[in-house]
């Protein structure tokens, strides 16, 4: 159906689309019903901005050993022309002939004027070369390493050169085929283009529009997915930090991870620092980056690398997560049943199995194990023993930050919390994960006149006994929950049901999840 002046065309996330003219960014996300969650960003490119492109000089070529890139020296030179007009065509090469100087892609025919003189060649140049000095035998050849050789180049000689995954080309053998090869535009020559929340926004015909991205997450990583699942768990990604070549989400900065997968950081890849200065935080690459000892890949971007590129700094994104994640914490046995059944994952029960069962705990912990594994033993207890708590992280929080990491509620929907001492009314309980040299516990949101009950004490560095917590059946005007003083105590939240303490003696474990406050 053609368009008409009273109509605009725009895409939403790769669909195209028919809008009355004066249609805003809002009208588009209703009528495509397109991922989005409300708040986050959405990416908009006008059409206009491709025109805008300069000459490509970057080119992706992928292989079923990764992915490199080559840059043309001269685009107007004439195998630069040559490529521009034929690379498609190289789509489907295998390699022909290798050796320890160069590997040659082919062979297939060219227009090149081949030469019979002695070429000199640096390591990773690019270049076309005819086999017999025969244009109908041409390959497209890469130097492996500084040498001197006749290959039937034209007179131009090199005309690109390796750029990123320099790796690659030396693992590639006669086995190895060109899967496909795609020019790269530099997004940041393009000036049309917005990230914005405003859905107000009048489009145009033939905006192209972004709504949330998508992940595949990497079965070689499950610990690092599984904290990509936590930091994601409300269908969002923040950008706190963006550069030219990443995006970063710092919420789960501090917490350890494993160190899993060893691979290239491709444009969309996702990575999480497993040491140093930047610990749990997790990267997105909007560009490729080399391989990295402390940077391990969970992930990579499936869907709405545009939207990667074009977010700004404080903003949040939509995301979708593949395969979905596995959630038993906190659930009953015959809420979970069901969906482990579907997807053909064997429930295993243990522990209590009452009809007031609460999965409190699992084994495999990370949804990609569960998935290998085809099954999962989940431990629950009486309801009872879970206690809905709720935090202040608007007054204390450094404080309710180093309550989460102690409990792993960063990471999980259930914490557990070992009771090591009651005496009166007061209930101490200390973390099994060892959290007094995670951060400092500085005084914050210290009581002045009175503690409530039910409230949730840190011992904070004024006093010894550091990092424990502490909480009080009834209100007190002279001690914290912890038996501190309150010069000592920061107090980070309440127990909603302090009522089930009551049947809690020493040594049992109570577990704790977090509440959403009304």
Not at 40 to 60: D, F, H, P, R
Not at 191 to 210: A, V
Request: aromatic share 8%; glycine share 8%; net charge negative.
């Amino acid at each position: 159906m053609p368009i008409t002046s009273n109509e605009i065309s725009v895409e939403v996330n790769g669909e195209k689309y028919t809008l009355s003219a004066g249609s805003t960014l809002g009208d588009a996300l209703k009528v495509s019903r397109s991922p989005y969650i409300a708040g986050t960003a959405v990416g908009i490119l006008k059409e206009a901005a491709k025109e805008k492109t300069e000459t490509v000089t970057e080119y992706a070529i992928n292989t079923p050993r990764g992915e490199f890139r080559i840059e043309i020296k001269n685009p107007e030179s004439p195998s630069g022309k040559l490529w521009a007009e034929h690379f498609k065509e190289y789509e489907g090469k295998s390699v022909h002939w290798a050796s320890p100087e160069a590997l040659a892609f082919g062979p297939f025919e060219a227009e090149i004027k081949p030469s019979r003189e002695t070429g000199n060649f640096e390591a990773f140049e690019v270049m076309f070369g005819a086999g017999g000095f025969d244009p109908h035998n041409t390959h497209l050849i890469f130097s492996l390493k500084r040498h001197t050789a006749e290959y039937g180049t034209p007179e131009d000689g090199v005309f690109a050169e390796v750029v990123t995954g320099r790796k690659i080309i030396s693992r590639l053998s006669r086995e190895d085929t060109i899967l496909g090869i795609e020019p790269i535009i530099e997004w940041e020559q393009i000036s049309e283009k917005t990230c914005t929340t405003d859905l107000s926004l009048l489009l145009e015909d033939g905006n192209k529009i972004f709504t949330y991205f998508e992940v595949e997450l990497s079965r070689n990583a499950p610990k690092g997915a599984e904290n990509f699942y936590a930091l994601t768990r409300e269908g969002t990604l923040n950008v706190d930090v963006t550069t030219s070549s990443f995006i970063s989400d710092d919420s789960l900065k501090g917490e350890t991870t494993p160190y899993e997968n060893f691979e290239p950081r491709r444009e969309g890849a996702i990575s999480v620092r497993t040491v140093g200065y930047g610990l749990g935080r997790i990267y997105i690459s909007r560009e490729e980056r080399p391989s990295s000892l402390v940077h391990s890949i969970v992930g990579q971007v499936t869907k709405g690398i545009e939207l990667i590129k074009l977010v700004e700094e404080g903003q949040k994104l939509s995301v979708e997560c593949l395969p979905p994640q596995i959630v038993l914490l906190g659930h009953s046995f015959e809420e979970v049943e069901p969906v482990l059944s579907s997807i053909g994952v064997e429930l295993i029960k243990d522990g209590y199995t009452g009809e007031d069962a609460v999965i409190v705990s699992q084994d495999p912990p990370t949804t990609l194990e569960i998935l290998g594994e085809a099954k999962v033993t989940a431990y629950a207890v009486s309801r009872d023993k879970l206690i809905e708590i709720e935090l202040y992280p608007e007054k204390a929080p450094k404080s309710v930050d180093f309550f989460r990491h102690g409990l792993e509620l960063k990471t999980k929907t259930v914490g557990k919390l070992p009771v090591y001492m009651i005496y009166d009314d007061t209930y101490l309980f200390k973390t099994e994960k060892e959290v007094v040299k995670y951060k400092e516990i500085l005084p914050e949101n210290t009581p002045t006149d009175k503690v409530l009950g039910g409230e949730i004490g840190i011992t904070n560095q004024a006093a010894k006994r550091m990092g424990t917590i502490g909480v009080r059946l009834g209100d007190d005007e002279l001690f914290g929950p912890t038996g501190e003083r309150f010069s000592s105590t920061n107090i980070v939240g309440r127990i909603v049901n302090p009522e089930k303490l009551l049947g809690v003696k020493e040594g049992d474990t109570v577990y704790v999840t977090e509440t959403v406050r009304n």
